[in-house]
Protein backbone atom coordinates (compact mmCIF):
# COMPACT_ATOMS: atom_id res chain seq x y z
CA UNK A 1 0.00 0.00 0.00
CA UNK A 2 1.42 3.19 -1.18
CA UNK A 3 -0.91 5.72 0.31
CA UNK A 4 -2.38 6.85 -3.37
CA UNK A 5 -5.46 5.27 -4.02
CA UNK A 6 -7.04 4.77 -7.95
CA UNK A 7 -10.53 4.44 -8.96
CA UNK A 8 -11.74 2.61 -10.79
CA UNK A 9 -8.65 -0.04 -11.97
CA UNK A 10 -10.26 -0.75 -14.90
CA UNK A 11 -12.04 1.14 -17.12
CA UNK A 12 -13.96 0.60 -20.91
CA UNK A 13 -15.57 2.67 -22.81
CA UNK A 14 -16.59 3.96 -26.00
CA UNK A 15 -15.82 7.05 -28.04
CA UNK A 16 -19.10 8.78 -27.03
CA UNK A 17 -18.49 8.20 -23.38
CA UNK A 18 -17.62 10.71 -20.56
CA UNK A 19 -16.01 9.03 -17.48
CA UNK A 20 -13.78 10.04 -14.81
CA UNK A 21 -10.46 8.86 -12.92
CA UNK A 22 -10.12 9.42 -9.45
CA UNK A 23 -7.14 9.55 -7.31
CA UNK A 24 -6.75 10.24 -3.58
CA UNK A 25 -3.48 10.30 -1.47
CA UNK A 26 -3.45 9.73 2.28
CA UNK A 27 0.20 10.91 2.33
CA UNK A 28 -0.19 14.66 3.30
CA UNK A 29 1.80 15.66 -0.32
CA UNK A 30 1.41 18.87 -2.07
CA UNK A 31 1.65 17.30 -5.84
CA UNK A 32 -0.26 15.35 -7.54
CA UNK A 33 1.05 14.09 -10.81
CA UNK A 34 -1.16 12.24 -14.65
CA UNK A 35 0.95 9.61 -16.26
CA UNK A 36 0.33 7.62 -19.03
CA UNK A 37 2.27 4.25 -19.46
CA UNK A 38 1.58 2.68 -23.05
CA UNK A 39 3.49 -0.29 -24.39
CA UNK A 40 6.88 0.37 -25.44
CA UNK A 41 6.97 3.91 -24.69
CA UNK A 42 8.45 6.03 -21.87
CA UNK A 43 6.05 6.87 -19.13
CA UNK A 44 4.57 10.02 -20.26
CA UNK A 45 4.12 13.26 -17.37
CA UNK A 46 0.68 14.84 -18.38
CA UNK A 47 -0.04 17.34 -15.95
CA UNK A 48 1.03 18.05 -12.60
CA UNK A 49 -0.56 20.14 -9.62
CA UNK A 50 1.30 21.97 -7.00
CA UNK A 51 -0.74 23.19 -3.83
CA UNK A 52 -3.30 22.36 -6.30
CA UNK A 53 -2.29 25.15 -9.19
CA UNK A 54 -1.70 23.53 -11.95
CA UNK A 55 2.15 23.69 -13.14
CA UNK A 56 2.76 21.55 -15.97
CA UNK A 57 0.64 20.58 -19.21
CA UNK A 58 2.77 18.50 -21.58
CA UNK A 59 0.81 19.52 -24.68
CA UNK A 60 -2.09 17.27 -24.16
CA UNK A 61 -5.64 17.32 -25.44
CA UNK A 62 -8.36 18.56 -24.29
CA UNK A 63 -10.75 15.48 -24.85
CA UNK A 64 -8.39 15.15 -21.09
CA UNK A 65 -9.23 17.75 -18.53
CA UNK A 66 -7.74 16.95 -14.82
CA UNK A 67 -9.40 18.72 -11.55
CA UNK A 68 -7.58 19.29 -8.60
CA UNK A 69 -10.34 20.58 -5.68
CA UNK A 70 -7.70 20.08 -2.95
CA UNK A 71 -4.40 18.80 -2.62
CA UNK A 72 -5.34 15.33 -1.42
CA UNK A 73 -8.17 14.36 -4.62
CA UNK A 74 -6.73 14.94 -8.08
CA UNK A 75 -9.49 13.67 -11.25
CA UNK A 76 -8.57 13.20 -14.66
CA UNK A 77 -12.26 13.84 -16.81
CA UNK A 78 -12.08 12.14 -19.99
CA UNK A 79 -14.70 13.05 -23.12
CA UNK A 80 -14.82 11.63 -26.63
CA UNK A 81 -11.49 9.87 -26.42
CA UNK A 82 -9.75 7.88 -29.14
CA UNK A 83 -9.05 4.13 -29.58
CA UNK A 84 -5.02 5.23 -29.10
CA UNK A 85 -5.50 6.53 -25.32
CA UNK A 86 -6.14 2.93 -24.28
CA UNK A 87 -3.38 2.57 -21.56
CA UNK A 88 -2.68 2.20 -17.84
CA UNK A 89 -2.82 6.32 -16.52
CA UNK A 90 -1.03 6.37 -13.51
CA UNK A 91 -1.42 9.21 -10.35
CA UNK A 92 1.80 9.77 -7.74
CA UNK A 93 2.35 12.37 -5.41
CA UNK A 94 5.04 13.85 -3.78
CA UNK A 95 5.92 16.30 -1.10
CA UNK A 96 7.75 19.40 -2.96
CA UNK A 97 10.14 21.74 -1.30
CA UNK A 98 11.69 19.41 0.38
CA UNK A 99 14.86 17.02 0.45
CA UNK A 100 12.69 13.46 -0.13
CA UNK A 101 11.05 15.97 -2.92
CA UNK A 102 12.76 13.64 -5.80
CA UNK A 103 10.54 10.38 -4.78
CA UNK A 104 7.30 9.97 -6.28
CA UNK A 105 4.61 7.50 -4.60
CA UNK A 106 2.25 5.69 -7.24
CA UNK A 107 -1.01 4.44 -7.22
CA UNK A 108 -2.01 1.01 -8.58
CA UNK A 109 -3.35 2.86 -12.05
CA UNK A 110 -6.41 2.45 -14.30
CA UNK A 111 -6.42 0.44 -17.09
CA UNK A 112 -8.06 1.79 -19.40
CA UNK A 113 -9.56 0.94 -23.04
CA UNK A 114 -11.19 3.01 -25.31
CA UNK A 115 -13.50 1.34 -28.05
CA UNK B 1 17.36 18.14 -23.35
CA UNK B 2 17.57 15.19 -20.70
CA UNK B 3 16.47 11.69 -21.75
CA UNK B 4 16.78 8.10 -20.19
CA UNK B 5 17.94 4.95 -22.36
CA UNK B 6 17.84 1.69 -21.31
CA UNK B 7 18.15 -1.55 -22.83
CA UNK B 8 15.49 -2.92 -24.72
CA UNK B 9 13.13 -6.30 -22.90
CA UNK B 10 12.06 -8.31 -22.38
CA UNK B 11 14.72 -10.52 -20.30
CA UNK B 12 14.27 -13.60 -19.42
CA UNK B 13 16.35 -15.48 -16.50
CA UNK B 14 16.35 -18.24 -14.45
CA UNK B 15 16.17 -18.04 -10.48
CA UNK B 16 19.77 -17.29 -9.06
CA UNK B 17 21.03 -16.06 -12.14
CA UNK B 18 23.03 -12.48 -12.32
CA UNK B 19 21.03 -9.73 -13.41
CA UNK B 20 22.16 -6.47 -15.53
CA UNK B 21 20.06 -3.89 -16.61
CA UNK B 22 21.64 -1.15 -18.79
CA UNK B 23 20.91 2.62 -18.47
CA UNK B 24 22.73 5.39 -20.03
CA UNK B 25 21.66 9.31 -19.63
CA UNK B 26 21.76 12.57 -20.91
CA UNK B 27 21.54 15.51 -19.55
CA UNK B 28 23.21 18.34 -18.68
CA UNK B 29 24.48 19.07 -15.12
CA UNK B 30 24.44 16.72 -12.06
CA UNK B 31 20.94 14.90 -11.88
CA UNK B 32 19.62 12.63 -9.29
CA UNK B 33 19.60 9.19 -10.79
CA UNK B 34 17.24 6.55 -9.62
CA UNK B 35 15.17 3.19 -10.32
CA UNK B 36 11.93 2.60 -9.98
CA UNK B 37 9.59 -0.79 -10.19
CA UNK B 38 6.46 -2.35 -11.13
CA UNK B 39 5.10 -5.11 -9.95
CA UNK B 40 2.59 -6.77 -11.88
CA UNK B 41 -1.20 -5.07 -11.54
CA UNK B 42 0.81 -1.95 -8.77
CA UNK B 43 2.01 1.74 -9.76
CA UNK B 44 6.10 2.55 -10.07
CA UNK B 45 7.96 1.92 -6.56
CA UNK B 46 11.11 3.61 -6.00
CA UNK B 47 13.87 1.13 -5.47
CA UNK B 48 17.08 3.22 -5.18
CA UNK B 49 18.80 6.02 -6.25
CA UNK B 50 21.87 8.13 -6.31
CA UNK B 51 22.36 11.77 -6.22
CA UNK B 52 26.09 12.56 -6.98
CA UNK B 53 28.62 10.94 -8.76
CA UNK B 54 30.20 7.66 -7.45
CA UNK B 55 27.38 6.86 -5.39
CA UNK B 56 26.17 3.55 -5.33
CA UNK B 57 22.66 2.94 -4.65
CA UNK B 58 21.21 -0.21 -3.24
CA UNK B 59 17.92 -2.06 -2.03
CA UNK B 60 16.70 -5.62 -1.78
CA UNK B 61 19.64 -6.96 -3.18
CA UNK B 62 19.79 -4.78 -6.35
CA UNK B 63 23.07 -2.09 -7.01
CA UNK B 64 23.67 0.40 -9.46
CA UNK B 65 26.42 2.96 -9.06
CA UNK B 66 26.68 6.39 -10.48
CA UNK B 67 28.73 6.74 -13.28
CA UNK B 68 29.39 9.80 -14.74
CA UNK B 69 32.61 9.39 -16.93
CA UNK B 70 30.13 6.44 -18.60
CA UNK B 71 26.70 8.65 -17.97
CA UNK B 72 25.67 5.36 -16.80
CA UNK B 73 23.24 3.81 -13.82
CA UNK B 74 23.40 -0.11 -14.94
CA UNK B 75 20.90 -1.73 -12.23
CA UNK B 76 22.57 -5.37 -11.33
CA UNK B 77 21.87 -8.29 -8.68
CA UNK B 78 24.31 -10.94 -8.17
CA UNK B 79 21.27 -13.42 -7.64
CA UNK B 80 17.72 -13.11 -9.44
CA UNK B 81 14.21 -14.48 -7.36
CA UNK B 82 10.78 -15.55 -9.16
CA UNK B 83 9.65 -12.41 -7.15
CA UNK B 84 12.31 -10.10 -8.91
CA UNK B 85 10.10 -10.23 -11.98
CA UNK B 86 8.62 -7.13 -12.80
CA UNK B 87 9.22 -4.06 -15.09
CA UNK B 88 12.17 -1.72 -14.15
CA UNK B 89 12.32 1.58 -15.06
CA UNK B 90 15.17 4.05 -15.06
CA UNK B 91 14.69 7.71 -14.62
CA UNK B 92 16.60 11.28 -13.63
CA UNK B 93 15.73 14.48 -12.08
CA UNK B 94 17.57 17.84 -13.02
CA UNK B 95 17.02 19.51 -10.08
CA UNK B 96 14.98 20.06 -7.05
CA UNK B 97 12.22 22.34 -9.07
CA UNK B 98 12.36 19.33 -12.21
CA UNK B 99 10.05 16.51 -13.06
CA UNK B 100 11.28 13.03 -13.50
CA UNK B 101 12.16 11.51 -17.01
CA UNK B 102 12.13 7.83 -17.42
CA UNK B 103 12.83 5.45 -19.66
CA UNK B 104 10.92 3.08 -21.32
CA UNK B 105 11.17 0.11 -19.12
CA UNK B 106 12.70 -3.47 -19.46
CA UNK B 107 10.51 -5.94 -18.44
CA UNK B 108 11.87 -9.07 -16.25
CA UNK B 109 10.66 -12.59 -16.21
CA UNK B 110 12.73 -14.80 -13.79
CA UNK B 111 11.41 -18.87 -14.38
CA UNK B 112 12.05 -21.05 -11.20
Known amino acids: ETGVTQTPRHLVMGMTNKKSLKCEQHLGHNAMYWYKQSAKKPLELMFV???????ENNSVPSRFSPECPNSSHLFLHLHTLQPEDSALYLC??????????????FGSGTQLSVL | GNSVTQMEGPVTLSEEAFLTINCTYT??????LFWYVQYPGEGLQLLLKATKADDKGSNKGFEATYRKETTSFHLEKGSVQVSDSAVYFCALRRGGSEKLVFGKGTKLTVNP
Open chain 2, 27 to 32: ATGYPS
Open chain 1, 49 to 55: YNFKEQT
Open chain 1, 92 to 105: ASSQEGTPTNEKLF
